[in-house]
């Protein structure tokens, strides 16, 4: 079964720090692209951070740069995203996506793992 599956996500206070990892079973990245979104409550949902698995160029939205880095493991089939320095507007569901290239369109999504930043 092909399959991203989150973890790392739990309750933290506010300029504190949780790493999210996103590993695929069923499926090796290779030319794909791997992203991190998230959706808070009555929000639509939003790019946070996404890589190219081949080469690793990033990219990070401007409410998380400098703060959140992604990363990738080859070895581990795995992306990771932390979070450092996390402010209650942080609080979201996130989510792991990849895409395959050429396209790049995102075709596999994992279950959300939640992350709540606490005042």
């Known amino acids: 079964q092909v399959q991203l599956v989150e973890s790392g996500g739990g309750l933290v206070q506010a300029g504190g720090s949780l790493r999210l990892s996103c590993a695929a079973s069923?499926?090796?990245?290779?030319?794909?692209?791997v992203g991190w979104f998230r959706q808070a409550p009555g929000k639509e949902r939003e790019t946070v951070a996404h890589i190219f698995w081949s080469g690793g160029s990033t990219y990070y939205s401007d409410s998380v740069k400098v703060r959140f880095t992604i990363s990738r493991d080859n070895a581990k089939n795995t992306v990771y995203l932390q979070m450092n320095s996390l402010q209650p507007e942080d609080t979201a569901v996130y989510y792991c996506a990849a895409g395959k290239g050429p396209s790049y369109r995102y075709d596999l999504w994992g279950q959300g793992t939640q992350v709540t930043v606490s005042s």
């Open positions: 069923g499926r090796t990245f290779s030319n794909d692209i």
